[in-house]
């Protein structure tokens, strides 16, 4: 059974950074679209930034354009989230998610497969 386990999270000061990781158990070609998420308390989930498998492909949301990036290890089946200049606003569980179609979506509705969350937490 495929899984995606998110790891990486922590607290953080204004300015400062975090790697995120997500780990994906199977075959990741068979789900082309690997993205990042996050959801602050009381706030719908926001997408952050995709990457297609395949043919790579990659964009992000403004509000962290310039500040996140996404990239993968394909022999390691791991996605990754570098997170710079981290704000309090940033501040979410973040999680991520795999979707089997050719585009990569910002509708959190059309991906399939979730992991658990990791909690990023941006003190001022």
């Known amino acids: 059974q495929v899984q995606l386990v998110e790891s990486g999270g922590g607290l953080v000061q204004t300015g400062g950074s975090l790697r995120l990781s997500c780990a994906a158990s199977?075959?990741?070609?068979?789900?082309?679209?690997l993205a990042w998420f996050r959801q602050a308390p009381g706030k719908v989930r926001e997408y952050v930034a995709g990457?297609?498998?395949?043919?790579?492909?990659?964009n992000s949301s403004d509000s962290v354009e310039g500040r996140f990036t996404i990239s993968r290890d394909s022999a390691k089946n791991t996605v990754f989230l570098q997170m710079d200049n981290l704000k309090p606003e940033d501040t979410a569980v973040y999680y991520c998610a795999a979707d089997r179609g050719q585009y990569i979506r910002r509708d959190s509705r059309a991906y399939d497969l979730w992991g658990q969350g990791t909690q990023v937490t941006v003190s001022s």
């Open positions: 199977g075959r990741p070609f068979s789900w082309n679209i």
């Open positions: 990457i297609r498998w395949t043919v790579l492909s990659i």
